[in-house]
């Protein structure tokens, strides 16, 4: 009798074990972790990189993301094409290249599809208000900053001052710095004049222009449009910076402005990019209070502007909210 009752409370604390392990939540689910290919720690992509890497480490279980500083956008679709990033900000130009297999990218095609398409771009062109560069002929002579290399700001840059009639070697003395550094040679009065590609505000702008003395100048680059439209057609337009957008600029600024695009490598699962983009909408309020330029993630254009095919993953979630355009 002993052996059966023995028995039968090995059976039932085995059915409880059991059931235990069965009801437990499972923490035991390896993490996924992505990287974000975004830009300089003085632009948009890195603080909006950030607050991505947040929402998604924080609402989609057993992903974490992570913000990388990089060069931006070329630099950014190699690391995609190479699986050293997940995800990755991108000009749409530069995007345009990748798919293509021509600039930077010449003679591959990168295998990157879109996620969303994010926010506008607007061409800088930074200067002192005490100085006597007021158009982009004015620039030749001048020691001038054209980005980073392997950034955006770099290709837009060269086709700029090609379309400028400007000669990159013999008009201007070149320098390769990010927009921080840019902004710091400034001030010091290294150089004349930088470029920048970036949303508005970018930080090391206002930072400049807080800057005690210091009153900035944005050259007015519009004219350029029908050369840059060269490189594809719906790739660039023409917009008003808005007054006050920096300290002393007191009248809009009518520049260049080409569309920032989110990527993944066409084999992120997709389920993953499911996720990745609807998350991004779900909480996109969490978004606009790390960066205002988050304001501008809205679906009708988050579907409309992109060079490159969208993710399997990302259209699904587009159909499900009756976005998505063919």
């Not at 390896?30 to 990189?49: D, E, H, Q």
């Not at 929402?55 to 070329?74: C, D, F, G, K, M």
């Not at 990748?98 to 930074?126: C, D």
């Not at 980073?148 to 379309?163: D, K, M």
Request: aromatic fraction near 8%.
């Amino acid at each position: 009798m002993w052996t059966n009752i023995r028995l039968t409370l090995s059976l039932l604390l085995a059915s409880l074990i059991l059931c235990a392990c069965g009801a437990s939540p499972d923490n035991t689910a390896a993490k996924t972790r992505l990287s974000i290919a975004t830009g300089n720690t003085g632009g948009v992509y890195y603080p909006y990189g950030g607050g991505i890497a947040k929402i998604i480490t924080e609402h989609i279980p057993n992903v974490e993301a992570t913000a990388e500083v990089t060069a931006a956008s070329v630099d950014n679709l190699k690391f995609v094409r190479d699986h050293t990033a997940d995800l990755a900000f991108t000009m749409a130009d530069t995007l345009a290249d990748s798919i293509n297999g021509t600039g930077a990218f010449e003679g591959g095609k990168l295998p990157v599809r879109t996620l969303a398409v994010l926010y506008k771009n607007y061409l800088q062109v930074v200067t002192l208000a005490s100085s006597p560069i007021r158009t982009l002929a004015d620039l030749k002579g001048k020691v001038v900053s054209t980005g980073a290399p392997g950034s955006g700001t770099e290709v837009i840059a060269f086709r700029t001052l090609q379309a400028a009639g400007i000669d990159l070697e013999r008009d201007i003395r070149k320098q390769a710095l990010g927009v921080s550094q840019s902004a710091d040679a400034l001030k010091d009065g290294k150089i004349d004049a930088f470029f920048w590609v970036g949303g508005l505000p970018t930080a090391s702008l206002l930072d400049l222009a807080h800057t005690p003395g210091i009153q900035i100048r944005l050259l007015s680059n519009e004219s350029i449009l029908p050369a840059l439209q060269a490189y594809g057609q719906s790739l660039y337009g023409v917009e008003q910076i808005p007054p006050n957008t920096y300290p002393g600029i007191e009248d809009s600024v009518p520049v260049i402005w080409v569309a920032n695009v989110l990527v993944a490598h066409e084999g992120m699962p997709e389920q993953l990019a499911y996720d990745i983009t609807k998350t991004l909408f779900e909480h996109r309020n969490e978004l606009v209070a790390i960066h205002p330029e988050a304001k501008n993630l809205v679906l009708a254009s988050a579907v409309d502007g992109s060079p490159a095919p969208f993710h399997p993953g990302a259209i699904r979630y587009y159909m499900e909210q009756n976005a998505w355009r063919e």
